[in-house]
């Protein structure tokens, strides 16, 4: 059986020096699929997902994306190498325009990235009416589609949100989650923490519920939505 696209495996470490937060945990997406991440707060969702992109120091455990073992390299080697990475906050350079911002993405390209550009526009047409707008003066929603719209610049491999839809209305919840439903269907793989499990859940292709940092439960979006445990646990019932 071949390994998934990404997976970070048997994961144990935490910020510098402190504590342990991830007690082997381990994440994967196939590509094409969307893998969520949920559970309580504190759970260490935010920690896998960061120790997968190489901000946290690991003392067990591996990370390998497309069959290569990439767990020492840095970050922005890991970019590189083919992650896109929105994190939950300063994730947008307000004081320049939603152009500059894309522009930003694309700082480790060479080729013409203006095709690219066009495709982030086309995903989502208000960054276009608003690409001369400083980001900084745009609503919860559209700063997103702008964090994503930059990561999607690097043309990556795979694609990790951190908590895409915090702060944002339902309505604009439900768009964002049709974006990210279209960049999975373009094949490539997304991992995403995301806080309002339940609809996370509906759209997933894969779920991994954390709890104080290890894999409590793990299935299809829909088996754990179907679970009476998780349910009752983590999705109020």
């Not at 922005?76 to 929105?86: C, D, I, P, S």
């Not at 990561?151 to 974006?179: C, H, N, Q, W, Y």
């Not at 894999?215 to 009476?228: E, I, Q, V, W, Y």
Request: charged share 20%.
């Amino acid at each position: 059986m071949s390994e998934p696209y990404l997976i970070g495996e048997n994961m144990t470490g935490g910020y510098g020096s402190g504590a342990d937060i991830l007690h082997g945990c381990t994440l994967s997406v196939e590509k094409g699929e969307i893998a969520v991440i949920v559970g309580p707060n504190g759970a260490g969702k935010s920690t896998a997902m960061k120790a997968v992109f190489g901000m946290l120091n690991l003392r067990e455990g591996s990370v390998r994306l497309d069959g290569h073992d990439i767990t020492a390299l840095t970050p922005q080697e890991r970019v590189v190498a083919g992650m896109g990475f929105v994190p939950q906050t300063h994730n947008i350079f307000t004081s320049m325009t939603v152009e500059e911002n894309l522009e930003m993405g694309a700082f480790i390209r060479t080729d013409d990235f203006r095709d690219t550009m066009e495709q982030v526009y086309d995903l989502f047409p208000i960054l276009r009416d608003k690409r001369n707008q400083a980001a900084g003066e745009l609503s919860g929603g559209q700063r997103q589609q702008v964090a994503v719209g930059r990561a999607l610049m690097t043309k990556p491999k795979v694609l990790m949100l951190d908590e895409p839809t915090a702060g944002v209305s339902p309505i604009v919840m439900d768009e964002l989650f049709d974006r990210i439903i279209e960049v999975s269907r373009s094949g490539i793989p997304i991992l995403m923490v995301e806080q309002n499990a339940r609809q996370a859940l509906e759209i997933a292709d894969k779920g991994y519920v954390l709890v104080q940092g290890s894999n409590a439960f793990t299935g299809s979006g829909k088996d754990l939505l179907a679970d009476p445990e998780v349910r009752k646990s983590f999705l109020g019932g």
